[in-house]
Every structure is written in C-alpha cells, then in structure tokens.
C-alpha cells in the first residue's frame, strides 16, 4: 500500500521503482471518497490528477533528476484560482466561476512538478474560524467528527490530517492558516506578508492576506514555500528579496536563534484553556532546559488587537467584495426590477451568505464619514503601534511564542450564536496579520479532552528561516 512520509522519501520510492506517481494519486482519491462525511472537498480532478500522473510515471527515468515538487499531490483552498476550474470562495455569489488564470501560486505549483487534485472547502470568502460559515457545509474534524476543523481554510486541514493529499494551499488574513492547523494537529505556516504573490488569491482584507502552506512535517513545508515563494510582477506588495534556500536552511545546525520572548498578557489572559496555559509553559521549561533563552515581555495592547483586526478587515472586505454586484462580478438575480439599486441588492443579499454580510455592513460602518476617525483612523494607529512594538521586541529576541488558540476545536454548532466568542479566539493569531510578520503553528500538544492543539512561532519581517529552523528544533525536542 501507497505510504507517504516525506517528499524527500517518496521521490526516493519514484527513482528506485518502489511507488509510481499513479499509485498515489489513487491512493489519495481512494482516501477522499472514504472520507466524503468530512465534506473537506469541493471539487476533486480525480481523471486530470490521474493523468498528470500517468505523464509524470511515463516520461521518467531512473537518472531523471526530480524537480522540487515532482508528484506531489496538493489541494487548493476554494480562494485560489486555478486557470479553467471553477473556484467559488466557497459562496453562492461566484458558484460555477471558471478561472480565467492561474493565481501565481498555482502556476508555480504546476511548473515545480505538482498535482493538483481538487479544490478544499472553507468559510465563505475566507472570513470565520471554525468553516461552518461555507455556503457548501460545514467540514468536520476527522479526529472528533462532532468537532470545527477550524477556519476558514478548514478543508485544506483537513485534507493533510486525514491523508487526502500531501500539502494544502491555504490563505491566512488572521489566522486562517495556523488556527486550522492547531486544530487538526497539523503544522500551518503563514509566511511573512508579501513572501508569496497574492496574485488569483480571492481577496477578503488585502492587506492582511497572504497565502499559508498546511503539512505534516516541517521540511515539506520549507520545499513548498521555497517553490511558491519570490518576486512577481503581478502583485506589488510582494516582497522583492530573493528567497533563501529554505531546505538548506532547515539542515544548517549551528549557530541556531535561541533568544525567544513570550508575551506576559498572553499566557496570563482568562481566555486561555488552563491545559493550554500548563502545556505553553512547561514546553517553556522544557526549552530553558535546553539553553534557549525565553523571557515574557509586556504587550500591553492585547486586548486592543481582536477590535483592530475586525475595523480593519471588514473595511477592506467591504471595499474588496463590492466588485459582487451581479454585473462586473458574481451571482445575479432572476427576480425582476426595473431599479438598479434594487437589482444590486437583490444579487448581493442572495449571493451572500450571513456572516460575509455582517462584515461588509460592519466595514461600510467603520468607513462611514461620520465614523470614520473614530473606527478607521484610530485602528490604523493601533495598528502602527503594534509595528513600533514588534521592532522593538525583535530588536533583543530571534521569536516570539504563544499559544495558537486559546482553546482547542469545540463542537460544531457550539459557537454559532456566540459570535463574539468566536472572533475573541483569534487573539492569538492576528498579531501576526496585523504587523505583517511570519508565524506558524507547529502541533506539539495533547489536550485532556484527547484533541491536539499547536504551539505557534513568530519572527520578524523577511524571516522565514529562523521561523522554520526553530520550528524544527521544537518538533525534535518534542519526540
Ligand atoms: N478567523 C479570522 C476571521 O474570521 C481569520 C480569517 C482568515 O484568516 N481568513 O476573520
């Protein structure tokens, strides 16, 4: 049987004749239709992924020299456009959209020898925590079918954790990437904003978003962000330094970053799972023991950060989703109307799902003259504060450590009517968005009530490399 472990070993098994390309894709479909309850796919190209397959088995010889992500079995979050598939942002208003192009991730996927399989549920329009806000369903956690894969890139955590693919393609606004992650006791890496081109991601907060990569080990993460990653003329914001060599980086033993802060606030906060709180800080200890030296710094602004995510991101949702207007873009409206504003809000109140127009009415409001500096501006300086902050904490410390979460996945339906509740679980995670540096949820953690959960890493701006080697390091001392 079809066993994958690394991308490392299974190319190894290609070149010695011990596995074929086809052998695993079909072994991942076989695992998707088994798995079809979990309602983690969308769409799957099981004859396109088997043909690509074919073609990659039959064109290689035993000295072929394999590129970077040969084979390699990926899915694609329903925000990321794949040139001739449909990609919907899991939303009524863009069901049966065919991309015209490749987002760049996508393009650079392909070229590196990838297989793209299908396309993953998640939140509508990226916007949610536990994907039970998809207009296609809610996904499930394969460890506790009762339980929120969480979100919004829900289906791309799941699809790794249940062994439907190899990697995931994700996006992370405010923790989309890493919170999934924590939840399914997989890794999930947020690059550095700009690391990767936004360029055929669905936008929700575009100054926030950044693709994100899901896998079960950490050198699998490194390859794909060193394929995906780089310059592109097709997004300005996308940084312009040339991309470090991640794989070497993740063998390089000396010399490793030891100075590691912990935010006092954080650890302290009475959100936090008390078995979260203990396992943070005896994993704490457990580094110190180690040599690594972990100090809490005071972040006096924590309580500011859920409130500044959401004014900021619902005002760029609010700005970035009107092109839906059921005529330049997205669903429209058989219901007849002579009025054009009438017509407008037809198609935007059926194509829309409820929490997406709970966001776009919030971000109108906080963009609204008369609110403008009261929301808008005054979130635009939290968010500059921030940034001073991070310099400084960066300027005496390699990384950052906190929890992901402050609680591991609840039960589906559970946070449904309590949507504050919900947004104040990205407390952890929106830092990262907010001030645009790397961070990752490495899975670490049991909790008492059997479910995983992640400890989660940041560094500063362009950093991924100490990112992934601390990752590394964490991952090792917790064997
Ligand atoms: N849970 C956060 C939200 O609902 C994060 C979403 C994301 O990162 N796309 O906004």
Not at 29 to 36: C, F, L, S
Not at 161 to 185: E, K, N
Not at 440 to 450: A, C, V
């Amino acid at each position: 049987m079809f066993r994958f472990s690394t991308i490392k070993d299974y190319h190894k098994a290609l070149q010695n004749g011990q596995t074929t390309c086809v052998e695993a894709v079909r072994f991942y479909i076989n695992k998707i239709q088994a798995d079809q309850h979990l309602n983690a796919w969308l769409e799957v190209y099981a004859d396109e992924a088997l043909a690509a397959a074919t073609k990659l088995d039959a064109e290689r010889k035993s000295d072929t020299v394999l590129s970077p992500l040969y084979g390699v079995v990926v899915g694609l979050k329903d925000v990321i456009c794949y040139k001739d598939h449909r990609v919907s942002a899991s939303s009524r208003m863009l069901e049966g959209f065919v991309s015209v192009y490749h987002a760049t991730a996508t393009k650079k996927l392909l070229d590196a020898g990838a297989i793209i399989i299908g396309r993953q549920n998640c939140d509508e329009f990226a916007m949610g925590s536990s994907n039970e806000h998809s207009a296609f369903g809610p996904v499930k956690n394969a460890l506790d079918e009762a339980r929120v894969p969480g979100g919004s890139s829900g289906g791309s955590a799941v699809a790794v954790q249940a062994d439907h693919c190899m990697i995931s393609l994700g996006s992370d606004t405010g923790g989309s990437v890493r919170q999934p992650a924590d939840f399914c006791g997989i890794i999930g890496l947020k690059p550095g904003y700009g690391r990767i081109s936004r360029y055929g991601l669905i936008a929700y907060a575009s100054s926030f978003d950044q693709i994100g990569i899901f896998g079960k080990n950490i050198e699998d993460v490194a390859c794909t962000l060193q394929v995906i990653a780089g310059a592109d003329e097709f997004d300005s914001t996308v940084s312009q330094l040339p991309v470090p060599d991640y794989t070497a980086a993740l063998e390089n033993r000396d010399d490793h970053p030891k100075r590691i802060a912990y935010f006092k606030e954080a650890l302290d906060h009475p959100g936090l799972d008390p078995a979260i709180k203990a396992a943070t800080e005896g994993f704490i200890k457990k580094l110190t023991a180690h040599g690594y030296i972990i100090e809490a710094v005071d972040f006096e602004l924590l309580e500011y950060i859920v409130p500044t995510y959401y004014v900021l991101t619902t005002a760029e949702a609010s700005s970035n989703l009107s092109r839906y207007d059921g005529v330049r873009f997205g669903h429209r409206s058989t219901q007849s109307t002579d009025d054009l504003t009438d017509f407008y809000k037809l198609s935007r109140s059926e194509g829309f799902g409820k929490e997406v127009k709970r966001r776009i009415m919030l971000g109108t409001f906080v963009l609204s003259a008369g609110y403008y500096d009261a929301y808008f501006t005054k979130a635009q300086q939290v968010r500059r504060k921030l940034q001073l902050l991070t310099e400084s904490v960066f300027a005496s410390y390699d990384a950052i450590i906190l929890p992901t979460v402050p609680a591991p996945a609840y039960r589906i339906g559970e946070l449904q009517n309590d949507q504050l509740a919900m947004f104040l679980g990205d407390i952890y995670t929106v830092f990262a968005n907010l001030v645009g540096i790397p961070a990752i949820s490495i899975p670490l953690f049991q909790h008492p009530n059997g479910m995983p959960f992640g400890l989660q890493i940041m560094t500063s701006q362009d950093d991924e490399v100490s990112l992934l080697r601390l990752s590394k390091q964490f991952l090792e001392l917790s064997e």
